[in-house]
């Protein structure tokens, strides 16, 4: 569904990501673990187009997205979820939500979308008058996630959705992460918990200053030392 082959993205000076090459089947789960700086953000910001790689080829569904603007490749069927939610503070929930959904046509639909969201953040229907910036880190998390959802998205890009939560809010939203992948979203998970995010992957990619330097079932990254040693805490 997704392929990326041999992706060099520069800050400036910086070569941030240097030759990346992944891919992602359609109807799963893939996580891209790593330490902070080692470039994974990148990795996303470049498959949705707001940053431009320096070379290599970046497909989805065969077509290339490589140098495409982003409200183009949003509408190929690709959404992110950005690391820090990034939500329009100012407008309320339901605006949130309804910016989510600027590339597409058909209130019909909109408005389907619209109640899948509300079914899967309840809280959101209850605030959806309530202005964005006034909701909690985890409430907001939510409006993000479900912001992007109203693109109907094939592809679910999601930045560290676990980042400043507490641990009953991080196993909410991990359940929701399941539940979406279940209603046929292929998602690529960026995340630094990278026990939940193996937990619920079917492949994963582990990445070190800008390079990908081990890929492999999520199980069995799960059961190597290196990996339990670096990035589990064991």
């Keep these: 569904m997704l392929n990326l082959h041999e992706v060099h993205l520069h800050y400036g000076a910086i070569h941030a990501l240097k030759g990346i090459s992944l891919e992602v089947q359609q109807g799963q789960i893939v996580t891209l673990i790593g330490a ?3 470039g994974k ?18 497909s989805f569904e065969g077509e290339e997205l490589t140098y495409l603007p982003t409200h183009a490749i949003v509408k190929r069927g690709i959404s992110q979820v950005p690391e820090g939610r990034r939500i329009f503070s100012t407008l309320t929930v339901l605006e949130n939500l309804e910016m989510g959904a600027y590339t597409r046509a058909g209130a019909a639909e909109i408005h389907h979308d619209l109640d899948r969201v509300f079914e899967l953040f309840p809280l959101l229907k209850d605030r959806r008058s309530q202005p964005g910036g006034t909701l909690s880190g985890g409430e907001q998390q939510m409006l993000a996630i479900g912001r992007a959802l109203m693109g109907r998205p094939r592809l679910l890009l999601l930045d560290e959705p676990s980042l400043g939560l507490a641990p009953k809010l991080v196993e909410t939203i991990f359940e929701v992460i399941r539940e979406i992948n279940a ?14 995010a193996l937990g619920i992957a079917a492949k994963g990619y582990v990445m070190e200053v800008g390079r990908i330097v081990l890929s ?19």
């Design 36 to 38: 902070n700086g080692a």
């Design 41 to 58: 953000s990148s990795t996303l910001m470049a498959i949705s187009g707001i940053l431009r790689p320096t070379s290599g080829r970046i």
């Design 183 to 196: 209603q046929s979203t292929t998602i690529l998970l960026v995340e630094q918990n990278a026990h939940m």
């Design 216 to 234: 492999d079932d999520a199980e069995n990254l799960l059961a190597n030392g290196d990996i339990r040693s670096a990035y589990l805490g064991e």
